[in-house]
């Protein structure tokens, strides 16, 4: 992705501040919005459709209140010329979907498969529809209207851009383009006015207009529609040979040294050469003492579609076979290392520096022979099926699930990144602290939920407003020493004064050297919090709704992760940092009430002199300096701690 930044430095003295918006506004490092992108709450409407059952389901009013609440936020977020372009599809579909919500309970009850009601399929039809608008090349276009014009609109100061510039990135991905890539482009396009497949030499002089009309075609152009091959290499000694539907098996040890001119003949042999040719991919040891960078070979024929996704694609395929092969006999999982793209017969992208990962017992050969005679006895009958069509979603559905079940037992459990499984794990498991804390405490989970949730817009306002610190220290330009000199006292070890202080007193130099143009007006608002008490008041009240949305959607989440039901991995990400920190404050505030001998109900409901301070009227800066003077007055010493607090014990 683009560092923005930097992009920056090529400007002339007369650019207007809102192109540099723009194109900051395309860089999607400095944290996701809360507010799901249209079509992300669209298919997870789709999937609870299709999939959600039990009480805990549709019947349930918190989880039809959180999911109208997320599509009504997605809906305010939408640029006006997107509004107007999907007006009627999305109209019939809030009509449709409001409709369900509001039936009776015996329909609401009905379980996946007889949900054949006018009520059911309205919604069903008119969400798909509504899709279809959204995923046309002209959404996309329009989408990118909106964006230009959040850019142009200097009086917004509420990062309005970010869900939009979301929006438009999941149009992308499901046009069946790489989403990254593109938006760099239009970095490539917008800021220097190269086409996108220009070396990144210099700027050309495109005009302004120029570049605006290159970029809102080229959010609208098509992926390439082409033969498309992904080869995936494993580490892990499974000796298979086998062809099935359409993926191959072979042994690395064997196909890369034979893959050459003078190897012996084999099928897919000239895709393979393609590949490995350059002597970077697939890597095989010579010798006794070297390693082998990939043990398993996997080609993955996916026919003719587009590039982008294509290796997730083929890993979900491969998957699926591991997955009823390792559930019906045991083993061991092969570990993905590298993998290789072919577009029309060429080499596409390609992956050869991922890290070598080992199983949970080190050169478990015979976990490794387990998985071989699991995936050649069950392997070959999956794979034409799933050549056939793809895999129904029930049984993917409950593939997954079982797989979850399964996994924490499994052989290859230790020394894993974790996985979307695992990631899924932390909300519930977040809920259950926040238990586990309720019952030390004698406080039922709802009420121990309410404390917590009530501490979470002051918490939010300090992250918000050290990541605003963060942005402006970023680097670069020519101001080395004001820089260095800020960078000193903010991470100093000990401070000289609360850190709030730091950003009252040092907010214009940070401001000054603030290089992402799209965050400027919002990190003045931030800066501008810590003196400005009505400010403060404003943005609490908006964190203080975006809690509220945030723990409606975690509860639906958390009952559908453990009923069953669905729960799209984008939406498990958006509440995890709100999960987190339910189950990171409650428990970090049992342990202080355990160490310091008190009452866990009473340090659970209690709060630091800031909150209390700001919640009267009083501004955090001035609190802070007052303070100050009374320990002065006393002769008591500030701990270097609290000038460097968590938020997390607010």
């Known amino acids: 992705m683009m560092i923005d930044y930097n992009v920056s430095d090529h400007w002339s003295a007369d650019t207007p501040d809102w192109l540099k918006s723009l194109v900051s506004s395309l860089d999607r490092r400095h944290g996701m919005s809360t507010v799901l992108p249209l079509t992300v709450i669209v298919e997870e409407v789709l999937e609870w459709l299709e999939l959600a059952s039990g009480v805990d389901a549709w019947k349930n009013s918190a989880n039809r209140v959180s999911l109208r609440r997320d599509l009504d936020e997605s809906i305010g977020a939408l640029g006006a010329s997107l509004r107007a372009y999907i007006a009627t599809s999305l109209t019939q579909f809030q009509v449709a979907f409001s409709r369900l919500i509001n039936s009776p309970s015996p329909v609401l009850k009905q379980p996946p498969g007889s949900r054949t009601d006018a009520v059911w399929t309205d919604v069903g039809t008119a969400a798909k529809k509504l899709l279809d608008v959204l995923d046309d090349d002209e959404a996309a276009r329009v989408c990118w209207d909106d964006l230009v014009a959040t850019a142009r609109d200097r009086t917004l100061e509420g990062r309005e851009y970010r869900p939009i ?39 050309r002089g495109v005009p302004l207009e120029k570049r605006l009309a290159n970029a809102r075609s080229h959010v609208g152009t098509r992926a390439v529609v082409e033969p498309i091959v992904v080869w995936l290499g494993y580490q892990g000694r499974a000796p298979l040979d086998l062809s099935a539907g359409r993926m191959s098996f072979m042994d690395a040890h064997w196909a890369v040294p034979n893959a050459g001119p003078d190897g012996q003949s084999f099928e897919h042999k000239a895709e393979l050469w393609e590949l490995v040719r350059g002597g970077t991919l697939f890597k095989v040891a010579e010798l006794v003492d070297e390693e082998s960078d990939v043990d398993l070979l996997v080609r993955v024929d996916l026919g003719t579609t587009t590039a982008a996704d294509a290796v997730d694609r083929a890993i979900r395929i491969v998957d699926t076979i591991l997955d009823v092969s390792i559930h019906n006999a045991g083993g061991i999982r092969p570990h993905l290392a590298q993998y290789g793209l072919l577009c029309s017969g060429q080499a596409g992208s390609w992956n050869f520096m991922v890290p070598r990962g080992e199983t949970g017992f080190p050169n478990d050969h015979y976990g490794a022979g387990i998985t071989a005679r699991a ?29 979850t079940a399964n996994h924490p037992f499994s052989r290859d459990m230790a020394m894993r990144d974790p996985s979307e499984a695992d990631i899924r794990s932390v909300i519930p498991l977040a ?79 940070m401001l000054s050297l603030c290089r992402i143009e799209s965050e400027r007006a919002w990190i003045r608002r931030m800066f501008t919090s810590v003196s400005d008490h009505a400010n403060y008041h404003a943005l609490i009240d908006c964190y203080a709704t975006e809690g509220a949305v945030l723990e409606k959607r975690r509860s639906r989440i958390r009952n559908a992760l453990v009923h069953g039901n669905p729960a799209g991995f984008a939406i498990v990400e958006s509440v995890r940092g709100y999960a987190e920190f339910l189950s990171g404050s409650a428990l970090n505030l049992a342990l202080d009430s355990y160490i310091e001998g ?31 003077v009374s320990q002065a007055a006393t002769g008591a010493a500030g701990s270097q701690a609290q000038f460097r607090s968590s938020p997390f014990m607010v």
Not at 179 to 191: G, K, M, N, P, T
Not at 376 to 402: N, S, T, Y
């Open 165 to 203: 510039a979301e929006l438009l990135f999941d149009q992308l991905r499901r046009h069946g383009l790489g989403a990254e890539w593109i938006f760099r482009d239009l970095v490539s396009v917008i800021a220097f006015g190269r086409d996108p497949q220009d070396p990144p030499i210099g700027e």
């Open 375 to 403: 995936i050649e006895e069950h392997g070959p009958r999956i794979a034409a099926a799933l050549a056939r069509e793809d895999l129904p979603r029930f049984l993917a559905a409950a593939i997954e699930v079982q797989i």
């Open 431 to 509: 809920d259950r602290v926040v238990q586990h804390v309720a019952a030390y405490a004698a406080l039922t989970p709802s009420d121990l939920l309410g404390l917590l949730g009530e501490r979470w817009p002051h918490v939010r306002w300090l992250v918000d407003l050290r990541r605003a610190v963060h942005m402006c220290l970023l680097g670069g330009g020519n101001r080395n020493e004001l820089l260095d000199e800020l960078r000193r006292e903010w991470f100093a070890n000990n401070p000289s004064r609360p850190w709030i202080l730091f950003v009252a007193d040092r907010s214009g130099d």
């Open 598 to 628: 008190k009452a866990p109900a009473a340090v659970l409901a209690q709060r630091t002199g800031e909150f209390s301070a700001m919640q009267t009227g009083q501004t955090a800066s001035d609190y802070w300096r007052a303070r100050l």
